[in-house]
Nanobody, 120 residues
Framework: QVQLVQSGGGSVQAGGSLRLSCAAS?????????MGWYRQAPEKQRELVAV???????NYADSVKGRFTISRDSAKATVYLQMNSLSPEDTAVYYC?????????????WGQGTQVTVSS
């Protein structure tokens, strides 16, 4: 079993910054391989924001490259998303994501979601 607990987010004016955190805990032989962030705006599909493999390089959606930075503290099993130069188009519910492995099987886990609102 894997649990993801998110923190951060909130409201900010355009051009501002926010930071999201997601702490993972695992038990029962699960190991977390990949962590990242997705977002879902009203009436839109959930989309990838950024993802980082354990020991690997991060990948970003084109829309956030150069503005968002994902980082991971493996010792704390925590992933962060630093969001700079925010625009109203970044307004969405942000979800932490983890890909866990157990016995050669993969499992997807999601955090509870955090609202990010950017006003113009």
């Amino acid at each position: 079993q894997v649990q993801l607990v998110q923190s951060g987010g909130g409201s900010v004016q355009a051009g501002g910054s926010l930071r999201l955190s997601c702490a993972a805990s695992s038990s029962g032989g699960f190991s977390i391989n990949r962590m990242g962030w997705y977002r879902q705006a009203p009436e839109k599909q959930r989309e990838l924001v950024a993802v980082i493999q354990d020991g690997g390089s991060p990948n970003y959606a084109d829309s956030v490259k150069g503005r968002f930075t994902i980082s991971r503290d493996s010792a704390k099993a925590t992933v962060y998303l630093q969001m700079n130069s925010l625009s109203p188009e970044d307004t969405a519910v942000y979800y932490c994501y983890a890909l866990a492995l157990r016995a050669l099987l993969t499992f997807d886990y999601w955090g509870q979601g955090t609202q990010v609102t950017v006003s113009s």
